[in-house]
């Protein structure tokens, strides 16, 4: 499976800097990848997107149109999302542990819970656009809208 998203488009895109541990981040946007992107787009659209980039076929068209003005953002939200959400204590063989740098002051469990929360906004936000976006595309493996179930509604002036 070919990442759709870089830690670099994380940091354009959202308040995460570049300097996050690729290691620490990288099973965030997997799990975002597999677990939304995939549920956004479909089986088969998603299937053709992976493909493509995996074997470095150049998107065009409407697929990349998609791709940079839906997916890489929607990518990067769910995996801040994920991050926030999942990923802030540390776990290994000596236990789970929360790693602070000198001279900052941590977030608390409900400021974090809230800042994830706004991701997971904007990222259902963005899928409204793109469920409306799909009837005017030319996609043979696109699904049908009223086949996609965002994951919540949400007022947007609350974010």
Known sequence: MAQFISIEQIAAYSSFDGNIDNDSISPNIDQAQTNEIERVLG??????INNDLNNEIELTGDYLTIFNKYIIRLEVYYTCYY???F??????????YYVTPDKTQSLTLDE??????????LAVGLELKF?????LLNLPERP????????????WIKI
């Open 112 to 121: 974090l819970e809230k800042m994830a929360a706004k991701y997971e906004k």
């Open 144 to 155: 049908a809208p009223s086949s996609i179930k965002p994951k919540s509604n949400f007022n």
């Open 87 to 96: 990923t802030v204590p540390k776990v290994s063989q000596n236990g789970a």
């Open 131 to 135: 469920i409306e976006a799909l009837d």
């Open 83 to 85: 991050y926030l959400s």
């Open 43 to 48: 089986v088969n659209l998603y299937d053709k």
